[in-house]
């Protein structure tokens, strides 16, 4: 009997670009969206490619949301899409594939980021696969922000990636950046860490010489040096607003 697939979506406000989302999902068994409360018409989009869409408070909670999606799928395997990515035809033909294997219980997938327009050839996101797809009793979700699947057993990585449409400008990519560096403030402060001076520049320095050196992005020519600086940027932010929480009675 064929393994069936879960396809799970997590959302907040992407009215605008869900449906693009979601229109690439139609071959999976079945399409699960979670949406964060949103204020726009993220919902009314969902609604109109499944019925299994459900409201859930978020709480600055990655892991909690995709472990809600999980426990509310029914699928053999469930596969974990964001709104601003896309399964291009090819990789759903390899997914398919992939989940007759008997011995893998996950599997890794890279991504193509498609920032300001330009389709990235290299930097980090080509060379870091993220696990997406996995059998739906294999693990659970750890991690506030930058979430990671746990699972347990046997992996192995696509060799198609994920179309990733992740900023449309670079003001988006700031606004991203602000968010998620905030989240990233409050883990340090629940692990009881502290801000160096030292981490404020080898954090981001190393950031940067990983996507734009070892990786090469500089291949990208400006496109791969502008996404390399951004990059640099969450790391220092994330420690300087840990430092400033510290300094707060």
Known sequence: ????????VIARNEADELADCLATLRWADELVVVDDESTDETVKVAERFTPRVLVRAKNDDFAAQRNFALDTASGDWVLFVD????VSEALRDEIRG?????????YFVRRQDINFGYAFRYGESMRA??????????GRFLGRVHET??????TRV????????????ISAFL???????????ARLADEGRGARAWELVVYPLGNFVRNYVVHQGFRDGVPGLIYASLMALHPFLARAKRWERQQRP
Request: aromatic letters at 4%; hydrophobic letters at 40%.
């Open 149 to 154: 699947w746990d699972v347990r057993g046997a």
């Open 175 to 185: 606004r991203k950046v602000d968010y998620q560096s905030s989240l990233a403030a």
């Open 98 to 106: 992939a989940i007759l294997a008997h011995d893998v219980d996950g």
């Open 83 to 86: 709104a601003d990515e896309r």
């Open 129 to 138: 696969p993220i696990l997406r797809l996995a059998r739906r009793k294999a």
């Open 1 to 8: 009997m064929t393994p069936t697939v879960s396809a799970c």
């Open 158 to 169: 696509l060799r198609t990636p994920l179309q990733h449409y992740s900023h449309a400008d």
